[in-house]
């Protein structure tokens, strides 16, 4: 299980946030270009961690949230019902 799973209410049996079926990538997608965004700000601005509130007492740090945007895309092209080419795999490989 991952540090994220018990934030997230609604997450499919794979691991991609899962909202609606209408537009379903439009939210995975989302968070992890989010995520990504937010972790090269706190790297930039040295901001070691975050929290999700008050209730919340857990730290996350930019690490924390590249990790759970390659989740989403990894998890995406897991099960992704096109053809992709090793490129775009291997691009989230690493």
Not at 57 to 75: G, I, N
């Amino acid at each position: 299980m991952a540090i994220w799973d018990d934030h997230i209410e609604i997450v499919n049996p794979g691991g991609l946030i899962w909202v609606s079926e209408w537009n379903a990538l439009l939210h995975p997608t989302a968070a992890a270009f989010l995520a990504v965004i937010y972790s090269d700000y706190m790297l930039t601005s040295k901001t070691a961690r975050f929290s999700c509130g008050d209730r919340d007492k857990r730290y996350y740090k930019p690490s924390d949230l590249r990790d759970f945007a390659k989740s989403q895309v990894r998890t995406y092209i897991r099960y992704c019902p096109f053809d992709l080419t090793y490129a775009q795999l291997k691009a989230w490989q690493s």
